[in-house]
């Protein structure tokens, strides 16, 4: 269930866990108030981590695009799914080891730079294998992970996402292509680095304990994303709190009809809502819940609000929504509020 602070969510917590695409940019256009938000956590106190389910993009790729949205941004605080693998493999494996690498050059650099020898052949006979997502990958390549599999090497990926947005539209994503080697295979992945898997949020504040600083804990840690079913999944499986935003792939309609696994702690807008405090939910002796000045309530077959364009409502009916379906109420059967935020 919702929680609520009295002081901005970024003097609340030490470390934000930022999601990328969705909550700080589209593509390659930066999201409104975003960088605003993320500077004035800054200037609180708050470090500000960039992590990305992305296994082919550089960290210094990253950082120079979201320095040209007015950041100020070191390659370390991006946290790509390569970076995370290769520092997941290089745990489980002796130094030195050869690994066999089907991914980006990112994905072959950090696994190199963890001290490991990159393979590209199964007759090498790698101790271990990672897949990665990219382009040009072909069916010999995903032939020869599969070989090095079958022979016995430990079996990690970057991440599971079935599909990824390309300009010309929905097209096969790193898990798809995991599936063809866990079907040829019969083996399943050991370990996943990205979302919704906590490790990356795990690995981000080990990388974070820079330059002999203290690791921030999961408690004084804030994990902020746009999709529940990775950023917010992620968090929960952790133990972090979770911060959703609006601007991506999550809608006011997911939100209410979420399961508990997939809820988040906070709800805002967009990233202003880092740097206020997060306002208290309460439940009303009618079985209504209200938000300041807003309230929603269920009656009818319906699940009603007080404002269609209020974040505030949105809370509320949150609340209103999971209670029910706690208590066994089929809330997707609920007629929910069309409702539209003002900027």
């Not at 700080?24 to 960088?35: H, T």
């Not at 650099?109 to 020898?117: D, H, K, N, P, S």
């Not at 609000?305 to 609920?334: F, P, T, Y």
């Amino acid at each position: 269930m919702l929680k609520s602070t009295n002081q901005p969510l970024s003097t609340c917590y030490r470390l934000a866990l930022l999601d990328l695409d969705g909550v700080v940019y589209r593509g390659a256009d930066p999201i409104e108030y975003a960088a605003d938000g993320i500077r004035d956590a800054q200037s609180r106190g708050m470090t500000i981590e960039y992590t990305t389910n992305n296994s082919s993009r550089m960290q210094a790729t990253v950082a120079e695009q979201l320095k040209g949205f007015g950041l100020d941004v070191e390659p370390w605080q991006v946290i790509t799914s390569s970076v995370v693998a290769a520092r997941m493999v290089a745990k489980h494996v002796p130094a030195g080891s050869r690994v066999f690498v089907l991914g980006a050059e990112h994905l072959r650099q950090e696994v190199a730079r963890m001290g490991l020898e990159v393979v590209d052949s199964a007759d090498a006979h790698p101790v271990a294998a990672i897949q990665g997502w990219f382009p040009d990958m072909t069916w010999s390549m995903m032939a020869q992970i599969s070989f090095a599999v079958e022979q016995g090497a430990a079996y990690y990926v970057t991440n599971r996402d079935l599909t990824i947005p390309r300009e010309a539209g929905i097209a096969p994503g790193c898990g798809s292509m995991i599936q063809a080697v866990i079907n040829a295979t019969h083996v399943e992945p050991l370990g996943s680095a990205g979302k919704p898997e906590s490790a990356m949020y795990d690995e981000a504040r080990e990388l974070a304990a820079h330059d002999g600083e203290a690791m921030v804990s999961v408690a004084d840690s804030l994990a902020i994303g746009d999709r529940l079913d990775t950023d917010i999944e992620a968090g929960n499986r952790g133990g972090y709190d979770s911060l959703c935003v609006l601007t991506g792939v999550t809608d006011h309609r997911q939100l209410l009809t979420a399961p508990a696994y997939l809820r988040p702690t906070y709800v805002s807008l967009d990233l202003r809502g880092l740097n206020e405090p997060a306002p208290a939910v309460q439940a009303q002796p009618d079985g209504s819940f209200t938000c300041r000045e807003e309230r929603a309530w269920i009656s009818d077959g319906a699940l009603h609000v007080s404002s269609l364009s209020s974040v505030d409502a949105l809370r509320a009916a949150c609340m209103v929504a999971w209670q029910a379906a706690d208590h066994g109420l089929d809330v997707q059967a609920l007629t929910l509020p069309d409702m539209e935020f003002d900027a």
